[in-house]
Each structure stands twice: as C-alpha cells, then as structure tokens.
C-alpha cells in the first residue's frame, strides 16, 4: 500500500522537475525528453559559471583539460548506468537509501540517511542559498566582499522563500524550476553560441600548442578527476523518477545515454567559450568567469550574465529542495527518521514536513561562520556512499539473482565505477591528510548510537516523546500519512 | 528486534512498506494495529485505516492520535489551537521573509562604498634591478622577485608596485624605452613577466607598473623613422627647425632640459631639431598627434590585458609644451640668458601642465575604465609629478565629475630632509587641507630618486616614519628595503656612468648574511652591496623582536586588522617642533587610537592638556621601543626619546570629530560608521 502512497507521491514530486507540467494526478508522463531536460537541469550547476577552474588548475594546459572533461561525462555516464539498473530492479525512491536496503541491511542505509539529511544535502542547500546571496550583493559592493550579515540575511529569506513556495504548492515548486532551468539553459546556449562565433573569427590563440606545459603526475590527473567529476554530480538524479517515465526500460537508457553526454557537450562547448577570450591563468584567476567572459564578449549586454546566473542558482537551491524532501520521507517512512517526516499535506499535497525539516536544518547551517570547510570535509562521504551503492548492484549480482533486472549492465562497469569510487575517498584524504576526515567519520558513526537507541532497541520514553509530538504536529500542519486510491 | 529484522530481511524491500517498518517510529503502528477494543485509537483504524479509511463511519469516538489519516485530522485540525498557530507561523514565515530581503536592501543602502583593493593594504615598490636576482647575473630580475613573493606577503602588502622594466638602453632602465611592448632581457622574457602576474594574483596581491608616456629612447623603432621622416611617424615626435652656426646649435627658445642645458638637439639625419624634456637620448613624443595618443593607448590596453592591475605614469606634466614656443622667464631677470643652462633657473610655465594635458591623463582613465568593468579587477591609476606645488598636484585627483588618478603619488614625505615635528606636520595638513573632498590620500617614505631614509633622516628615525606612514589615513607606500632600515650605498668605486647620485638608493636588497647579501649568487652586482648587510638585513631581522622589520610586520597588521585605521576619522591635536599628535576615531567604536611621534629630542608631553577626557593612564598598542609594547602610560607626563613614536589606545565614548574645538582639525575621506551588532559598517550617520 506504501507503494503506491509512494507513486502517488512522487507524482507530485514529479511535477517539481517536469518540464512539462501537466496535473498531479497523471502518471507515467515523463518521456525521453523530459527525462533528459531532468539530467541536464540537474547537472549544471551554477559551478561551470563560476569556478569551471578546478579542472584546468591540475593539468594548466587547454587540451588535457577538455580531455579530462571529456573523460568525467563517460565515467558519469557509466555510474549513471549502474544506477539505472538498481533503478528498474528495485522501484523504491529516495536514491541509494533503498538500494543500500536491500543489499546491505539497514545500518548502512540508516548511516547514508543520517549523513545525508544532517549533513550533506542541507549543507549544501545552505551553500547554495550563501552563493545566491553572494552572488546577488557583489555587484553592489564592487572592490570587496559583501559584509557576512547581508550574506546571510540573503540567505535565510532565500531558503525561508523556497520551502514556503513548495511547501505550499508543488505547481508553484514546479514552475519555479522550470523557469529557472529555462533561464539557465538560456545562458549556456548564449555563452556557447558566442564562443563558437569568436572561434569561427578566428579566435584560436589559446588553442595553440594547448599540451604544452601540461603536468602529467599521476596525482595531479586523479585530483582533476576528482574536481572534474564533482562538476557531473547529480548523475543518480534520473532514479528519484524511474517510476514516472514512459516505458522506463528504453527511455531510462537512452536518457542517459543522450543526457549526460549532452551534459558533457555544454561543457566542453562552455570551455572551449571561455578559452576563446581568455589565457589558462586568466580563466584560473577570474573570480566568476562567466562575468568575465560576458564583460568582454557580451559588452554592453554583459549585465545578463550575472543575471542569469542568479538564476540558475536559486534554480539550483529549488531542486535539492525536491529531492531531499524524497529522502527525508522515505527514512521516516522506514522508521529512520521521525514518521511525521513523511507526511503529506492534506490540503496542498506537499511534503511540507519534510521541506520544513530541511530548510530549518539549513537554516541552522548558514548561522556558524563558514560551512564551506564543513562541506568539503564531508564531500569524500558522497562518494563513500555512490561507491557503496553501485558496490551493492554487484552483491545483488551474487545474492539476488532472482530479482529481474530489466537493465542489465555489462559486470564491468560496477566493478570500474566501484574502484573509481574507492579512488575518489581515499585520494582527498592520502594528497591532504587532515584530521577533519576523522571528525567526518566520526559524526557517520555518531548515527549509530541514535540507531540503536531508538530504532533497534526502541526504548519506551522516545515513543513517549515521539508520539504526541507527531501527534501534535499533525493537527499543527494538517499533514496525514500518504494515501492513496485503492489500486 | 532480530525477529523484526529476520522479517525484514526475507521480506524485502519490494514489500509492503507497512510490514518493514521497523524501529520507535513503527512501534507506533503496531500500537496503533494492536487489536485493542479497549482503546479507541486503533481499532476502526487498523492497519487498513488508509485503504477503509473513507468507508468506516465510525468515527465519532475518536480522539486524535499519532499516524491519524485526513478523516480524523480535519475533525481537530480546525481547533483555533491548532488553527490560530499555524496561520501565525505561515504568516511569520512569509512576514520574516519579507523583513529578511528589506533587512538585506537595508543594509546594501545605507553601505559606504567599500575600500578597493588599492586603499584596503600598503603598496611595495620594488626596483626591480636590485630586488632578487634568480640568474647569478648580478642584476635583479622579474623571476627573483617571483621568488621573494612569500617575503612581500610577511608583510601584509597587498600591491607589487614594480618600477621600470621596458627594454632599455640606458643603464639606468627606467626612462629611455626601446619598445614599450618588451621587456628588457636583463630582467627576464615576457614568460617570465606572465609568471610574475600569474603567482602576484595567485597570491591575492595586486601588481602595478611603472609608465613613463613622455618620450622614448632615441633607439626605439619610431624615432629611427620620425628622424626619416616615414609616413605617419614623422610628426610622432616634437621637431622644429633650426641653425647651426660653427657647429653649434642655435636652439629655437631658451627652454632647459631637466638636466641641464637645451632642451633641443640638433639631429643630423633629418637636420632638425627635436625636443627632449630629460637627455638627448630620450626625446619627447609629440602629444598633439592623435597618432601618438592612439598608440600609447594601445600600449596601456596591452599591459591591461596582461593582467597589470594599475599604472603609476611618471612624468606626465611634461606631456604637453606650448605650441608657441615662446621662450620661458628666468627666475633671476638679471641672469645673462646665455650662463642660464640650469633647470631651476627658469620658470616653466611654457612646458609643464600645459592646458590639454589632464584631458590626455583623463584619457588614460578612461582606457583603463574599459578594463576594470570585470568585478574585483579594478585597475588603478597613480601619477607622478615631480616637483610641482601641492595645488597642481592635486589636480590629478581629477575633478567632481571627471575621474583621473586614484592619487598622485605623495612624495613629499620623501622630501624631508630635516626631521621635525613642524615639517612632518606641514607634510600632513598640506595634503589634507588641499585634497578634494572624498579621495584618498597616500604617503611615500621614499622612493629610487630619494634618499633612504638612515641616510636621510637618521636611523633612529627609520621606525618612527613607517609608524606614520601606517598611521595616517590613506595608503602607505614603503620602497623596497625601508623596512629593514637598509641605507644609502657610498658614492665611491661605482662601475656605473651614470648619474652616480641617483642610484645610491638603489643598492641590492639585503636578504641575508651569505655574500652579496643573498641578492645574488652570481660573483660581482651591478651595483655594490651596502656595507652593513651583515646587521641589516632580512633574516637576522626576522628573528628579532625588536627590529624594524618586526614592527613594520607588527603596524602592518594593525593596519589590516584595525578599521580606526583604515577608515577612521584622523583629527591632529599638536605639533611643535619635536613632535606630532594625531588620532584615529571612528563612529561606533569605542576605542581611540593616540599617535604621539617625536621626530625632534628627547621631550616631555602633556596629553592631558591636549584631550580633556583621556584616562590618566592608557595602554601602548605598540612602540618603536618594542619593549614597551602593552604597557600602560602616565597621560600627564610622557617621555620621547629622539625618533620615538607610540600608538596609544583608550575608550571612550566622546569622539573629537564631534567636538566644535576640533571639528576643522579632523578629516575622513568616506564617511563611515561602524555597528558592532551587525559588524558592517554603514554611512547614514
């Protein structure tokens, strides 16, 4: 019966992400173009804007750079391969949580929700929030940085902003996101016609001899893999709506199949932009290059850059709204978290619980000086957990034949995105050993104890605590259990 | 619970979600699917509540519960106590929201315009000959100052200012160019030049460079075809007929080179005179030639484009002379015109600052504007004017609506030659008094065509002038080795031909103990290094608490750290002949810095008698006597050794910029006042 309480709400979920917005009733609207807006919409970040340097900053040449780029939309495409064969083998959302389940038991599961909710995507909703409000008073403080005070005043009103839109409306949740991906589309498009312009006038100074210089150390190749992955992140987005494709056994693949190397197309494309009117150390050095490039090529429209940017970061901050809603729910559904998280709204038919659960939790995080050591601190995690997960679908292989697997990816490419994954945990922490990764893990661990505190032993006085106060907060927010229509 | 966990187990995800709950948050539902007639929260419900849910009518006995579905909810959820707060917090949320942006609007309003990057820390200017050299050539080169980066950064700078290094034929590379476009092969390529760029940025620090517009060296590409007369490079220099009489020049005027005798020269190739401000060998670009305008333009876009960050143009009042040609008045009248061939001894109202001039100086400003629309890359100007009165100076600060410099560089700190509390003070309320309202000031100690300070003032005075210099408002300009006190080199055994008195402040950096002071591995220098490397220099300094580099590091900081310093209000109470009193205020902080600096004899000071508010006794941020740093003073009676200067600081809430008394004695270049709440810092006050 969860299950399709489940549906019922991922369609409403849905919509958050669809392009094509219909009602919240249909299902299985999503078709492939959809599915691969979904990919595209998520991947671009507001990074490629800002700071596409970390790649360029290992190799310091134009050519190996573009490879490595290159190189990262394949790997992604791989894990995101994986990811589809977990996604049609086992319908569940909630992303790696269910996978992690069903391969390895619910510690693990219980761990990746715990760093997840408490850390990492409410962390990195804050960053984004921070970056927007950034973003949006630099202009007004030319020659130094914003005082934290705006900054985070900013902030608060854009994550305050965000949750009330979709915790009110998943149409208004939903338009919000596709006029911001629209508006971030828009920009790539600008920024990559231009420079294909410029590159057809002849600008290709920077593209001579573009392996000169280049550093070939092994450390050096696999940091850049690294950075250059975390540009991609976002890849596992497509599984959050398996469910509501059309005919998900074609279009899941050939989603991203087309997705992400059109994801790495615009990226390459945006490089090879930004190196048509800057150096290597120009790009390395601009402390937002597409302002940069939109002041020297889009002059005296250049003011559209920043605009847009704007954009695609709130735009940015919206969707992880949506899919951390999916997660906090389907741990409280688990009985990982508080039940209440799960709820819906009666009236409104939004994870309302949930988004408030993660706004506040974010809220929280801009209050302390700077998350963002915080956040690269626990980035290894992330990984941790893709490499666990895609671990697990070759577990699956062994321990659960018997499950059909519509998509069947050749072994290989587990075996290849699992060792990447052990690479990308342990080469942060062997080239930068800090004592922070201990912390980090630590702070997983600490999960443990509440686990066996109240979900293994399940001590009478928690439910003491837990039941009025779902109850309570039930009337409070009219939410009720999900339901749905007898099937 | 291992039971619970069996079920799970063998049940699977792919289950009802229902069953696989497991842990406190389950235990509801199974409370709540507990076959118990006895309590009415589970029964009609059950398991199934959601799926009977609507077809149970029984629900009149129910009282709300954890995991109740919508029937059951909206019979309470209507209740004013769950009703009343939760519109109150949808609207606080929504209200908070709003007071949030118009909180943020706010405070961007009511922002002062924040420092830029050429305000915010203290430039270093390096002669880049005699900074590090990488090459064991005995010359100082653009790698060796890549190397010594990590020094620059020790001190808190925050601006490279790197003199002169276009390719050059004169040996003394600073104003003879060959090619603006090049770099001279002495200091390195232009690789090495992009490297310098490239680490300065990584750094955070900015770089600026020196720009003489003026003239060219007589090597350079366009002089050859101006002398011949090819195409539009023939008017790109100032030519002029005239005779020659037994082999000697009759000039067309009387004007002076700067260094003597006749500004014009007679050129055998085009058998024309042409016009030179300085030497022969440096002769001047014609200015009312658009074609040199462009291409001195195009030169400043193309260092733009390398990254410079900002200019200092040398020399520009002598741009422009008077189309007319008329000769200039002597200062003595009586002088017999033939025996005047000093520059001093003419007035030359006819070849600097001619009218046009600041319009080409704006003209610069303006391509330099195009390049500093990138945020954070704004590109400075600076220029210098030698030896012109304080009001044509400050007309480089451009006009209300015509922006030109940032500043003119303040050399006239540099120009003190008798240290006094009198003279240092006329130097500060000069500048103050006659800067336009809004701009920022500067301050020089020193420079390549100074002395340096030991040789100047003294060495006792080397602390107390970089304590001033860090103390007042404005941007601190330190020339390279005025930090560790280095002197003048003896004008003796110099290999060089060039005018000997302007390179005795331009000996090799002393970095350390090994031989040529650890500027250069190579066997001989350019120039020799001074004979007291041993005790001054760099790495002994480094290790001693009560060095000069210590307390340069020590202000520097303070300068950084301290918005009364880099923003507040300056206000000077006294001066005399011995010493000078200032202080640093600013609205919102309680605190007052108290500069009391003896540039005379040993003297006694009564800050009591100066403000009537201050403590009896006040702590000493910092001393050019280290070891009275954090002390405490007597205000009645304080005792100043020759070139002593302390920072003190106290609380008080009674600024002097508020008294009437002092209100013409203070100054503050943007308004400004801080809240210690918010930490900003805003300028409605």
Request: hydrophobic share 40%.
């Amino acid at each position: 019966m969860e299950e399709t309480s489940l549906r019922k709400r991922r369609e409403d979920e849905k919509s958050i992400q669809s392009i094509e917005h219909k009602t919240t009733n249909l299902q299985k609207e999503l078709g492939l173009f959809s599915g691969i807006c979904i990919i595209v919409g998520t991947i671009i970040g507001s990074g490629i804007f800002i700071s596409p340097k970390s790649v360029l900053s290992n190799m310091e040449a134009v050519g190996p750079c573009l490879i490595i780029w290159a190189t990262c939309g394949i790997l992604a495409t791989l894990g995101a391969l994986c990811f589809a064969e977990l996604g049609t083998m086992i319908t569940k959302s909630g992303g790696e949580y269910p996978y992690l389940m069903e391969a390895f038991g619910p510690v693990p599961a219980y761990l990746f929700s715990w760093t997840s909710l408490f850390v990492i995507k409410p962390s990195s909703f804050a960053i984004i929030c921070l970056s927007f409000s950034e973003y949006v008073s630099a202009p007004f403080y030319s020659g130094c940085n914003p005082p934290q005070v705006v900054i985070k005043l900013l902030a608060a009103a854009a994550i305050l902003l965000i949750i009330t839109v979709n915790a009110l409306s998943v149409r208004l949740g939903s338009y919000v996101q596709n006029v911001f991906t629209a508006a971030k589309m828009v920009i790539v498009v600008i920024i990559i016609i231009s420079g294909l312009v410029l590159l057809a006038q002849g600008n290709t100074r920077n593209f001579e001899n573009s392996f000169e210089g280049t550093k070939l150390s092994l450390g050096a190749i696999g940091l850049a893999f690294y950075n250059g992955l975390w540009a991609y992140d976002g890849w596992n987005q497509l599984n959050y709506i398996t469910e509501e494709l059309r005919n998900p056994f074609r279009n899941l693949p050939l989603a991203i199949i087309i997705g992400i190397p059109l994801v790495t197309g615009c990226y390459i494309l945006m490089n090879v932009s930004y190196f048509t009117v800057m150096t290597a150390t120009e790009l390395l050095q601009s402390q937002a290059v597409a302002v940069t490039f939109g002041d020297r090529v889009l002059y005296p429209a250049s003011w559209v850059v920043p605009l847009f940017v704007a954009f695609s970061t709130i735009g940015a901050a919206n969707g992880t709204c949506f899919t951390a809603g999916r997660l906090v729910y389907v741990a409280g559904r688990e009985g990982h978290m508080l039940k209440v998280l799960s709820y819906v709204s009666v009236k409104r038919l939004t994870p309302a619980p949930a988004i408030i659960f993660y706004g506040i939790i974010a809220i929280i995080y801009i209050i302390p000086g700077d998350i963002n050591s915080l956040v690269n601190y626990f980035s290894f995690a992330a990984w941790l957990f893709y490499g666990l997960t895609i671990f697990g679908l070759i577990v699956m292989r062994f321990t659960r034949k018997e499950l059909k697997r519509p998509i069947k990816v050749p072994i290989f490419i587990p075996i290849l995105v699992t060792l990447l994954s052990m690479f990308l945990v342990l080469a942060p922490i062997i080239s930068q050993p800090a004592w922070e990764y201990l912390y980090c893990v630590l702070f997983m661990l600490s999960g443990l104890i509440f686990y066996f505190l109240f979900v293994y032993c399940k001590f009478g006085w928690a439910q003491k605590i837990s039941k009025p106060l779902t109850m309570h907060l039930q009337m409070l927010m009219e939410v009720v259990p999900p339901e749905e229509a007898p099937e | 619970m291992a039971e619970d966990k069996g079920k799970r187990d063998s049940i699977g995800m792919s289950m009802k979600g229902g069953r696989t709950n497991n842990g406190f948050v389950q235990n509801e539902d199974i409370l709540e699917t507990d076959p118990d007639p006895g309590s009415p929260e589970d029964s009609p419900q059950h398991n199934a509540v959601d799926i009977f849910g609507p077809a149970e009518p029984d629900l009149k006995d129910v009282r709300p519960y954890a995991g109740m579905p919508k029937e059951v909810l909206f019979r309470f959820s209507g209740q004013a106590r769950y009703r009343v707060p939760r519109e109150a917090l949808f609207w606080l949320t929504v209200a908070s929201v709003l007071v949030l942006i118009v909180a943020t609007i706010g405070i961007v309003a009511i922002s002062p315009k924040c420092l830029d990057w050429w305000q915010a820390g203290p430039m270093y200017r390096i002669y880049p000959r005699s900074f590090k050299d990488s090459d064991k050539d005995g010359n100082g080169d653009l790698k060796g100052i890549q190397d010594k980066l990590d020094y620059i950064t020790t001190l808190n700078i925050k601006t490279v200012w790197i003199t002169s290094f276009y390719k050059s034929s004169l040996k003394d590379f600073r104003h003879g160019v060959e090619d603006f476009r090049e770099i001279d092969p002495i200091f390195g390529t232009m690789k090495n030049f992009e490297n310098l760029v490239a680490a300065i940025h990584d750094k955070g620090l900015k770089l600026i460079i020196d720009f003489i517009p003026n003239h060219t060296s007589d090597k350079h590409a366009w002089f050859q075809w101006s002398r011949n007369r090819t195409g539009k490079y023939t008017d790109y220099y100032i030519w002029h007929d005239c005779t020659r009489e037994n082999g000697k020049t009759i000039p067309p005027n009387n004007w002076l080179s700067v260094y003597g005798n006749s500004s014009w020269h007679f050129d055998e190739v085009r058998n024309q005179c042409y016009f030179h401000q300085f030497m022969k060998e440096q002769p001047d670009l014609n200015f009312r030639n658009p074609d040199v305008q462009e291409e001195i333009k195009e030169i400043i876009q193309f260092w733009l484009s390398k990254g410079v960050d900002g200019f200092s143009f040398d020399a520009v009042q002598f741009l422009l002379e008077a189309k007319h040609l008329r000769d200039e008045a002597q200062v003595n009248k009586t002088q017999m015109p033939d025996t005047v061939t000093h520059y001093s001894e003419l007035y030359h109202d006819f070849t600097t600052t001619q009218v046009g001039m600041h319009d080409i100086v704006r003209s610069f400003r303006q391509t330099m504007d195009r390049y500093s629309r990138e945020p954070g890359r704004y590109r400075f100007m600076g220029t210098e004017a030698h030896g012109e009165n304080i009001a044509k100076t400050m007309m480089y600060y451009g006009l209300p609506f015509i922006q030109e410099a940032d500043f003119p560089f303040n050399s006239y700190l540099g120009k003190l030659d008798v240290p006094s509390g009198n003279s240092v003070f006329e130097v500060i309320t000069s500048w103050m008094e006659n800067m336009p309202e809004g701009k920022w000031p500067n301050w020089m100690t020193g420079g390549p065509d100074n002395d340096r300070l030991t040789s100047r003032l003294g060495k006792q005075y080397v602390n107390i002038m970089n304590m001033l210099v860090f103390t007042l408002p404005g941007t601190p300009i330190t020339y390279y080795g005025e930090e560790i006190g280095m002197r003048n080199i003896l004008a003796t055994n110099l290999n060089e031909t060039y005018d000997v008195d302007t390179l005795l402040s331009k000996s090799p950096m002393q970095w350390d103990n090994s031989s040529n002071a650890g500027f250069s591995e190579g066997n001989h220098t350019w120039l020799p290094t001074s004979s007291d490397y041993h005790t001054v220099n760099v790495d002994v300094q480094k290790t001693q608490p009560r060095s000069a580099l210590k307390l340069y590091q020590e202000l520097s900081l303070l300068h950084a750290n301290e918005l009364l310093l880099s923003r507040g209000w300056f206000c000077y109470l006294r001066n005399d002949n011995h010493s000078v009193v200032y202080t640093r205020e600013l609205d919102g902080i309680d605190r007052v810095f108290v500069m009391v600096l003896n540039f005379g004899e040993l003297s006694l000071l009564n800050l009591k008698e100066m403000i009537s508010n201050i403590p009896t006794r006040v702590r000493i941020r910092l001393s050019t006597n280290s070891a009275y740093k954090g002390r405490e003073i007597d205000t009645h009676a304080i005792t100043l050794d020759k070139g002593e200067g302390l920072i003190l600081e106290y609380n008080t809430r009674n600024l002097l910029h508020h008294q009437t008394a002092f209100q013409d004695r203070c100054f503050v270049s943007n308004r400004a006042c801080y809240s210690s709440v918010l930490n900003i810092l805003y300028s409605l006050c």
